[in-house]
């Protein structure tokens, strides 16, 4: 029998405000603990929340980024539940009207286009932090530090519209790059700023009622989710395939372990007992804020792909890479300013540029090779004036000194040799050097071409034109 998963994924991002959602206090992260608290965030009686107008401003960035229907009235509401991290008793969140609904996000999976459906985003407060420094003469405690307690966050919730987990992964990296585009989020997992629980459940292929979904949570990297997924599908499909039925629950992601284990069942889930917020008034979006919102938005994520597509005529593929950081994709459209040369650009600007990044782990903002120069390093290329093999030796230069290509090459003498006659006199030297080899090869074994090449190129330190040397060597050695 053919089994085929479904998965619905609810994401916590944080906004990054200057100030938190219903006071005025810092949001800024890893200040000393309890360093930006007051009253408001730490639930002492008597005192009234207000509502940071920019979090809204957020919030509907994001719904409208995601093209969802803003609502005129949404509302705050009450989560009640108990815990050390939550001062007040109860979490403040949207509810039954949320400020937004009925959107989608488009992701690509093996060049395909495919869209996720958006149940809805809502705004609503983090909570604190428990931490757990060990034990005092045996007795272990927990120390609370409520800096984080009313950071704004939104939740995105997906409708169950994926069907594995590395669409999973591509939607959860398609609704970063978003919010980082928008500039509202950072959107980073290994921090905690960007937070995902997995819903996942199985049925047979053609089947359109739902299967019983387990909820996983725990998991603080995209790979993470993916794995978690993985896993989770497969322990699904042997208990159907044995016979037993998947029991709806909660279970947690043990990385070092990969397998997920139950947190909780169904009949231990929690009842909020969500109601109103009395303290806080219905939230109303005038029209007209929405359309001041709508103008403000950037190029987003998939119009700048579809746009690199169409203008520069490189690969979606391509695009989809380059456009996944904004800045990427700027470095990449000053680049082809320079050298006109989209798809060689592109092809170091996804290889080498990434790879820089990514080993060194830092933003391109911070990259030693300009897009000018690096620019200006292909423009040579395509004149002749470098090999693209001596171009790797000039890029690992400009990444090490952030010097021109124009002084690098000029310094290190790697104009690459294009004289005729030149090549053919190293060519001879080469091929009396080594009579056996060239006898092997007029005898058919030809393969040695590659030999001959290297010969040149190493006495040539790799400067001349390989199509020339290609070229000439065969004609002398066929002759
Ligand atoms: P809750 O708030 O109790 O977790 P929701 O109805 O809000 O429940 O659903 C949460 C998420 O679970 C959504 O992303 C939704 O798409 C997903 N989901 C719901 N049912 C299923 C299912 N049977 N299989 C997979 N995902 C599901
Ligand atoms: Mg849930
Ligand atoms: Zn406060």
Known sequence: MEYESVIGLEVHAQLNTATKIFCSCSTEFGAPPNTHI?????????????LNRKVVEYAIKMGLATHCTIARVSQFARKNYFYPDLPKGYQISQYELPLAEHGYVEI????EKKRIGLTRIHMEEDAGKLVHPGSITDTPYSLVDYNRSGVPLIEIVSDPDMRSPKEAGAYLRTLRTILRYLEISDGNMEEGSFRCDANV????????????RTELKNMNSFRNVERALEYEIERQTAALENGETVVQETRLWDAAAGVTRIMRGKEEADD???FPDPDLLPLVVEASWVEEVRKSLPELPSEKRDRLVTQYGIPLYDAEVITAEKAVADYFEECVRVCNSPKLASNWVMVEVLRELKEQAIEISKFPVTATHLGEMILMIEKGTISGKIAKTVFAEMVSTGDSPEKIVRDKNLVQVTDQGVIEAVIDEVLTENPEQVER???GKTKLLGFFVGQVMKKTRGKANPQM???ILKEKLDR
């Open 38 to 50: 007051c009253p408001i965030c730490t639930g002492q009686p008597g005192v009234l929340p207000v």
């Open 108 to 111: 690509l999976v093996n060049g």
């Open 201 to 212: 459940s199985i049925r047979h292929r053609g089947e359109t009622k739902l299967g019983t």
């Open 272 to 274: 909020y007992r969500y």
């Open 441 to 443: 090869y007029r005898g």
């Open 469 to 471: 040397v290609n070229t």
